[in-house]
């Protein structure tokens, strides 16, 4: 797949997750070594990271979804991480070697959400 082509698939899915809920605030695409390659925000959302701590969360996310993998023979592979803060919900999914890290406000359904996204990732995938 051509670089531009695939950079265009990218955003079809970033943009077809962010459509899913209206909670939705970012959507980000990490590769294997914690930088975004491509990343949605929803206009009016709550405010960025510092650069150094965007980077850190990045490569924590990978992290977790790595880590994870090594049980996969024993439980079967990660559809989904959810992290759940006071006002903000986290849902981490693997995607052949990159992360796609959702964010959405508390508003919403975590686990009927997170479903809804893998179904959109495996069209994608």
């Known amino acids: 797949m051509s670089s531009s082509l695939q950079d265009i698939k990218l955003d079809e899915l970033c943009n077809s997750i962010i459509g899913i809920n209206k909670n939705i605030q970012t959507v980000a ?13 929803r206009d009016g959302s709550l405010k960025q990271l510092p650069q150094p701590k965007d980077e850190m969360f990045f490569m924590q996310c990978v992290l977790q979804i790595s880590m994870g993998k090594e049980y996969d023979s024993e439980y079967g592979p990660i559809n989904y991480h959810l992290l759940e803060r ?35 990732i495996n069209g994608y995938s």
């Open 86 to 120: 006071e006002n903000l919900t986290m849902i981490t999914f693997p995607m052949r070697d990159h992360v796609i890290l959702v964010t959405a406000k508390k508003d919403t359904s975590p686990i009927s959400l997170a479903r809804k996204i893998v179904t959109t």
């Open 29 to 41: 695409i990490i590769n294997k070594l914690g930088r975004p390659v491509k990343k949605v925000t």
